[in-house]
């Protein structure tokens, strides 16, 4: 199979090839003569800021993974204020990150186009909450462009360019974790010389300070300039080519981005077909004259969105201020929480058309329950070998577990599961150090206040990436604060969870080798406590130095260092390499558990029959924790790496 690097710069306009929504999306972008890429990556965005990374060198496209999303949005947005083509890419809670400067960007324009991928997570698949950016793009009057096909993400991320670069303002393209996901066929555009030939394009900033620099005097201008454009916007939406209306009938369906998919499929599975159908791929926004086309001879209308009522709110009001009797269906009929599908779809119109839904769902969904409750339960839980498991395991024993554990989002928020239970609280990216703080500084008060006593022990985990990404201003906060709290950061050499991204302590750049920084001088040098680096694969001595770390009073920090066992087993694969194997000396085992109840590594199961642990050969990773877990040394080296 050909890769996907190969696949995305092939060079036939007019071939079909299959691809994935997001690699569309970076077609799209290279079709489009993009010449600056800045991505943090977040689930389901990341294959898009992956392959912009791999293809980078070989399109004269810049390239970087950078600390965080603000940081990461205001790179591209510079691009294009300096004339390039520009794009950043991120999840929708990465939009929040970004939120200070795109609210305040909007108005001050971009000369080259500016396109800000952001991909929700409707169901929360992976995610700490189901937000709309859609809502997003309204609120900060940004046009939100939203793919139903994956042919369609590439030529709309094309189109997304172009609108910008012909309205001077930045655009949103919104997927949902579906659209990122879907694959189909893409029939391939043209690839413009410069990327062809890998030539590196360089912008000019022209200087403007009424433009660029937004103090009050400046930027009470730029708010009625924003809305002006907006509804020029709206103007150029009504012949924009992915909007259309299709069908015929007394009734109509308003569909926006990939509810247009399921839309159809409903149709299809109902044998409906006298409906008439407003395909939007605007939904912010709505171009009222197409509405008012589509709405002629119609009795009533349904809009089928997925999450929030955004279309719906803009129609219904434009409806009523124009005086317009027609009953529109929305959220009274479709769900406004999580992922849209066919039955939803099915449900939804079968409501508003007054029909019965062709299959009985009710009996379907008890026949799920049913054959779901017999088969085993298959909770996540993090890799054999994992260095995170022992860093928890580590922390559990240097505190007894009587300790608040605030964590954070990465691989290791699987802590909070038995049988480690060493995560009390995960709120958004870098935010356990603060809410360590806050925790400390409300139960035990901070070191230099009158009243402080040290009532309750507070340990902050948090991974490498996300130190970096949000982690910097909350231990900054905690040290300058005088906060008592142990941080320890587990630093497993790549952001694993995302699909080993580099980050600033790998050092690596899609461009070469940049600058590493190491976490323990970052820390040292801002003032912390006590600062040591230890390896968890030793747990004795990791739990020494955390209980050392813990009678520190002030910032402590941890960094628990050592390589993701995923990434490092994979080279190893790669490599044809053996791994080291273990085995249960059934002799020396006296079925304790310990290692089942207070570790959890998922290689060690339980044999019933003989009431033993016992190790799967085919899951074991050879890391060599478990013998150091059981009191009785009964896991036992069975075959040394080759
Ligand atoms: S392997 Fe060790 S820890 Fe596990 S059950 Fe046997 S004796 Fe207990
Ligand atoms: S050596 Fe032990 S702890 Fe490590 S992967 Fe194998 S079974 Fe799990």
Redesign the pocket.
Known sequence: MAKVTDMVLLNKPGEKILLLGNHAIARGALEANIAVFAAYPGTPSSELTDTMAAVAKDAGVYMEYSTNEKVAFETALSAAWSGLRSMTAMKHVGLNVAADTFMSAVGMGVEGGFVVMVADDPSMWSSQNEQDTRVFGKFANVPVLEPCSVQEAKDLTKYAFEISEKFKHMVILRTTTRSSHMRGDVVLGELPDEIVNKVRRHGKFEKDPKRFVDIPAHSRNFHPKILENIEKIREEFANCPFNKIEGNGKVGIIAPGLSYAYVKEALSWLNVDDVKILKLATPFPVPYKLVETFLEGLEKVLIVEELEPVVEEQIKMWAYDKGLNIPIYGKNIVPRIYEMDTKRAVIAISKFLGIETPINFEELDAKYKEISSVLPPRPPSLCPACPHRNSFFAINKATRKKAIFPSDIGCYTLGVLPPLNAVDTTVAMGGSIGVAHGLSVAINGAANEETYEKKQVVVATIGDSTFYHTGLPAIANAIYNRSNILVVIVDNEITAMTGDQPNPGTGETPHGVGKRIPIEDVVKAMGADFVEVVNPYDIKKTTEVIKKALEVEGVSVVVSRQVCALYRVGKARKNKEKLPLYK?NTD?????????VTFGCPA?FWDAENK??KIDPTMCWGCGS?AQ????G??ELVKEAE
């Open positions: 249960v020396k085992c006296t079925g304790c558990k310990t290692c089942i060690i033993k642990a478990c877990v059981c009191p009785f009964a896991f």
